[in-house]
């Protein structure tokens, strides 16, 4: 392939795939990165003619250059997300030292961090009008450069910048033992005894698996069926499993993946740590926290530990009652854990006393939400809050797995195209990293034409694919993920912010970025919206509205224990970003050990290791963050409580309402802090009230 047709270099448009070979991003990369540097130093130059840089000078060449980088390397980490393998991964870590270099090359350039001071001076004198987009991009970016080091001198620069591209190897290493180590254990049941209590599904996955590792003769009746550590096979396990000496063997297997061996994290997680608290002293902090906190709403540790806190003490209260309810229903089973409630007891119980308390079987349920079904509900809700139409456009756009799908976004009052997403929706173990996310594909911008690019979205889930002649059939946990990461998509696709730095999530304060995709996981308790969605696969009917109201009532079922389970999580983080040093005696794992006995509503095991597989703070962009989930949970649940005040079912208020959410949290995407666009929609600062409501952990809370 040429380097003229080599489509790594395209940089704008959707990309290609079928054609993004190891060997194309192999000879793409160094070639992409050539031209970005000539182009980088001819930028250089003529800024150091300028006496007075405009903003056309300066932003417009270094975004066109950022862009055909973020465009390239973000296909190349998309696929190494959905199409992993061993010569994708040799490429990426062939490629990614380079890439680091290029950014680190880029973010440290004298001459751009001299004409963007400049450019701040002269707008404080009055001398170059800027609007609040351009100012708040303007600030953003002088600070994103200090804080890459740009201010170091030379010989503390080459070690920042040596720390980076290491920081950058041992994440990708990191992420990548804990795939290897959840693909490398699994379990062959042999005997019909070892699935009872399964569900169905669960069984045919099970047997699925058996075949695709060479036992041709599994069924779902009959097995071998192949337990592995991939949620859509573990998660249910756990739930349904009635062989408690297997649900210790997989809930041990799970909790100390990468923890051992050739996959072991523990000595990456301490070098990352020690790596992190040395770059956020060359640059002037204390610690990684304070790092981190630069691009947050949170202004201190001390103020997120005030929310955890705030949190805790009714959840707290209600996990210690949660868990004896589990433990006396155990004893009046006459289970022996019913004595020594276990933490793979946890799952088992909870479905058992759900099934109790509401008469609710999770597993029971799905039928009830094949995947079409789920979307239709989810277009339908959307329509009527945004006044958008969603429209199926496969086939108009290259994929990367046949089961992608992609679709159209029109805004329904001009009746014109707006945006488009990829939906890539089910597992592939040992192909697809776990978990849903999205993620951008392209960002709107006005192209070198002047004509407005529309934002595309990627949507990944994993979810149980369709087996058979039988759809892929959701849990509600399934169509909760799918309208959470929706929520993300509508963030980046529904922006009218012109400027690419500050549309849809970019400049979104991180402990925001979760606003928008919580908010929408509060219309899966909304009857309408579920209503309009569940109907059963076969027989059309729609679900029970005895169903809908059991549902509803358990939302609040096991609520402590599970933002306990959070708090922990975010706390644990903060004691390692914040306060961990590499010279302490305890080591990071005794670390976050120490928090989960403190906050878990059940201390963890000798093995557990949860630590070596939380991708989130070591692979991914939460270290010194994880809050951040509870910190945007308060904000959506205080904005979805202006629905309610209104009432749901006011339709009227609601598309009022709607598109003031839209015209807000949807549209102004990074432009203002995230603050003062919280308050533009809900006409106040935020409350822990609604939030603490709909968990049930508040008097008067529904349950």
């Known amino acids: 392939m040429t380097s003229t047709t080599n489509p790594l270099l395209l940089g704008e448009g959707l990309p290609p795939y079928g054609h993004f070979t190891p060997e194309v991003i192999g000879a793409g990369m160094p070639e992409l990165l050539q031209q970005l540097e000539a182009a980088l130093a001819c930028h250089e130059a003529s800024l150091t003619t300028l006496e007075d840089p405009t903003w056309e000078q300066v932003m417009e060449p270094l975004h066109r250059i950022e862009e055909r980088l973020r465009w390239a390397w973000g296909v190349v980490n998309h696929l190494m997300g959905v199409c992993d393998s061993e010569a994708l991964r040799q490429v990426h870590s062939q490629q990614q030292p380079a890439v680091v270099c290029f950014y680190n090359r880029l973010g440290q350039s004298e001459p751009i961090y001299k004409a963007l001071r400049q450019m701040r001076q002269r707008h404080r004198e009055g001398m170059l009008p800027l609007d609040v987009v351009q100012q708040r991009i303007l600030t953003a970016a002088v600070q994103a450069m200090e804080l890459q080091g740009v201010g170091l001198e030379p010989e503390q620069r080459q070690a920042f910048n040596a720390t980076s591209t290491r920081l950058a190897e041992l994440s990708t290493t990191y992420s990548n033992h804990v795939l290897d180590a959840t693909k490398g254990w699994s379990l062959l049941l042999k005997d019909p005894q070892q699935v009872d209590g399964l569900p169905e599904s669960l069984r045919e996955l099970m047997a699925s698996a058996a075949r695709e590792a060479g036992h041709a003769e599994a069924t779902a009746a009959a097995g071998p069926w192949q337990l592995g550590l991939d949620l859509p096979r573990y998660g249910p396990f756990l739930r349904y499993s009635r062989q408690r000496d297997l649900r210790e063997q997989a809930y041990r297997a799970y909790v100390s993946r990468a923890s051992v061996g050739q996959t072991d994290n523990h000595p990456l997680i301490r070098e990352i740590l020690a790596l992190r608290h040395g770059q956020a002293q060359r640059l002037g902090y204390n610690t990684w926290a304070q790092v981190s906190l630069v691009s947050k709403m ?354 009227a208020a609601i598309g009022a309402l709607g598109k003031r959410y839209r015209d807000t949290v949807l549209s102004l995407g990074g432009s203002r802090h995230a603050g003062e666009v919280f308050r533009a929609f809900r006409g106040r600062e935020p409350s822990t009230e609604a939030l603490l409501r709909h968990s049930g952990l508040v008097d008067g809370a529904v349950h």
């Open 298 to 651: 949170a202004g201190s540790v001390e103020e997120i530990e005030q929310l955890v806190e705030e949190l805790r003490r009714p959840s707290q209260t209600a996990a210690d009652v949660e868990l004896r309810q589990l433990g006396q229903l155990a004893k009046e089973m006459d289970a022996p854990e019913g004595e020594d409630l276990k933490p793979w007891d946890v799952a088992y119980w909870s479905e058992q006393l759900r099934r109790r308390r509401f008469d609710l079987d999770s597993e029971a349920l799905r039928p009830w939400f094949p995947l079409e079904q789920v979307l239709e509900g989810l277009f339908g809700l959307c329509e009527r809050l945004f006044d958008i139409r969603i429209l199926s456009a496969d086939g108009e756009a290259p994929t990367w797995h046949k089961d992608v799908r992609f679709f159209r976004v029109v805004d329904q009052g001009q009746n014109t195209p707006i945006a488009a997403f990829y939906l890539d929706p089910y597992a592939r173990p040992g192909q697809k990293r776990g978990g849903a996310w999205m993620d951008e594909c392209l960002v709107r911008q006005p192209n070198e034409e002047g004509r407005m690019v529309h934002p595309v979205a990627y949507l990944i889930c994993n979810q149980t694919p369709p087996v058979n002649d039988t759809p892929s059939l959701m849990t509600f946990m399934d169509v909760q993920t799918l309208f959470h990461e929706f929520g993300h998509g509508l963030q980046h696709m529904l922006t009218t912010i012109d400027r690419p730095q500050a549309a849809g999530l970019n400049l979104v304060e991180d402990d925001a970025i979760e606003l928008a995709s919580q908010f929408m996981e509060n219309w899966c308790y909304d009857q309408p919206t579920v209503m309009a969605m569940a109907r059963h696969w076969q027989t059309g009917t729609p679900l029970p509205e005895n169903e809908f109201r059991k549902i509803s009532a358990a939302r609040t079922f096991m609520a402590g224990t599970a933002m306990l389970r959070q708090l922990s999580f975010a706390q644990g983080d903060l004691e390692l970003h914040a306060r961990w040093k590499s010279d302490s005696e305890e080591t990071p794992a005794a670390t976050w050990r120490r928090i989960a006995t403190t906050l878990a509503a059940l201390p963890p095991i000798a093995e557990d290791a949860t630590i070596c597989s939380f991708e989130h703070l070591f692979a991914g962009g939460y270290a010194a963050g994880y809050y951040s989930y509870k910190w945007s949970e308060v904000l959506s649940a205080d904005a979805f409580a202006a629905f309610e005040e209104v009432g749901l079912g006011n339709e």
